[in-house]
């Protein structure tokens, strides 16, 4: 089976910083896309930024919110993937995911479409 496990998420105030890990297992030959998706609550999930290519270069994609604010960085090689968050402010609160598209088994296996379990992010005016 594939596992994302995300981390990093916590209780921030505005303005301050947080850095977001997610890690991909499962004996993964490779993963063509990662990102990270967020939720507040009684709104529908909306992406923050995507990653694609196994090795620099990457190609990047942010939503228009966090542009300037967040970086999203791979490990070259690596099924690992990063979210720096900087300036955060409340409307970024909200439950953060990891996605990975187009996964890869050793065993040849492709999944589509893997999400994590989620980190909770709370910024606090």
């Known amino acids: 089976q594939v596992q994302l496990v995300e981390s990093g998420g916590g209780l921030v105030q505005a303005g301050e910083s947080l850095n977001l890990s997610c890690v991909a297992s499962g004996g993964i030959f490779s993963i063509n896309s990662m990102g990270w998706y967020r939720q507040a609550p009684g709104k529908q999930r909306e992406l923050v930024a995507t990653?694609?290519?196994?090795?620099?270069?990457?190609?990047?994609n942010y939503a228009d919110s966090v542009k300037g604010r967040f970086t999203i960085s791979r490990l070259s090689g690596k099924n690992t993937i990063y979210l720096q968050m900087n300036s955060l402010n409340p409307e970024d609160t909200a439950v953060y995911y990891c996605?990975?598209?187009?996964?890869?088994?050793?065993?040849?296996?492709?999944?589509?479409?893997?999400w994590g379990q989620g980190t909770q992010v709370t910024v606090s005016s």
């Open positions: 990653i694609t290519r196994a090795r620099s270069p990457f190609t990047t």
């Open positions: 996605n990975a598209d187009r996964v890869q088994r050793y065993n040849g296996t492709m999944y589509y479409n893997v």
